[in-house]
């Protein structure tokens, strides 16, 4: 398996437009997230989804933010519209399951920036 | 959710055992302690997990004592490479890991 796999790598837009992240969750896990890392902040869970149902959405920052799976292969997070501080990495990861003792699988990332 | 501290950064020479502990005091009964290191411009990557006792991998070495209130890293031999980022979770049946700031890992060489 290729593992996580996210687009854009990088995306570079103007305040106030829209952007989409994608996100490819390794084959046979059933739980995926997004997380967003900046230096100030570290690493913040926004959204969790199991079983293509989001679970949690409570780290979603605001309504400019929604994300949806419509199927077990595929996610998005939006951003409309995008502002300069939601600069930042965001990170899908999967995992098998959401119990303890398994491990979640990071893409490289999405690096956004806002001007 | 059960928080972690652990050291904000540390040095050590290339050869040289690392240790990182980490504190969980508040950890619940079904909690697991997972650690993750992150490169930059990289997602984190899962080194290790464990229960309670020590549990070893081809990579590294995780101690965990009987009260489980902390659980040390162990790195054997590091070399530049390990150069990274070391994050230690605690999560238990839930989704929920509350991720801090990591450990800054810089090996000289």
């Known amino acids: 398996d290729a593992g996580v796999i996210q687009s854009p790598r990088h995306e570079v837009t103007e305040m106030g437009q829209e952007v989409t992240l994608r996100c490819k969750p390794i084959?046979?896990?059933?739980?995926l997230f997004w997380y967003r890392q900046t230096m100030m902040r570290g690493l913040e869970l926004l959204i969790y989804?199991?079983?293509?149902?989001?679970?949690?959405d409570s780290g979603m920052p605001e309504d400019r933010f929604s994300a949806k799976m419509p199927n077990a292969s595929f996610s998005t997070l939006k951003i409309q519209p995008s502002e300069p501080r939601d600069s930042a990495v965001y990170f899908c990861?999967?995992?098998?399951?959401?119990?303890?003792?398994?491990?979640?699988?990071f893409g490289q990332g999405t690096r956004l920036t806002v001007v | 959710l059960a928080k972690t501290t652990q050291p904000i950064s540390m040095d050590s020479y290339e050869g040289q055992e690392v240790n990182i502990t980490c504190s969980h005091n508040?950890?619940?009964?079904?909690?697991?302690i997972t650690w993750y290191q992150q490169f930059p411009s990289q997602g984190p990557r899962f080194i290790i997990q464990?229960?309670?006792?020590?549990v070893t991998n081809e990579v590294a070495s995780l101690f965990i004592p009987a009260d489980r209130k902390s659980s040390t890293l162990s790195l054997p031999r590091v070399s530049l490479s390990d150069t990274a980022v070391y994050y230690c979770?605690?999560?238990?049946?839930?989704?929920?890991?509350?991720w801090g700031a990591g450990t800054k890992l810089i090996i000289k060489p």
């Open positions: 464990g229960y309670k006792t020590k």
């Open positions: 990861a999967s995992r098998i399951k959401a119990g303890s003792g398994t491990e979640a699988f």
């Open positions: 989804f199991n079983n293509n149902v989001p679970i949690d």
């Open positions: 084959s046979g896990h059933n739980s």
């Open positions: 508040n950890i619940a009964t079904n909690d697991y």
């Open positions: 979770l605690v999560g238990g049946s839930n989704y929920q890991l509350i």
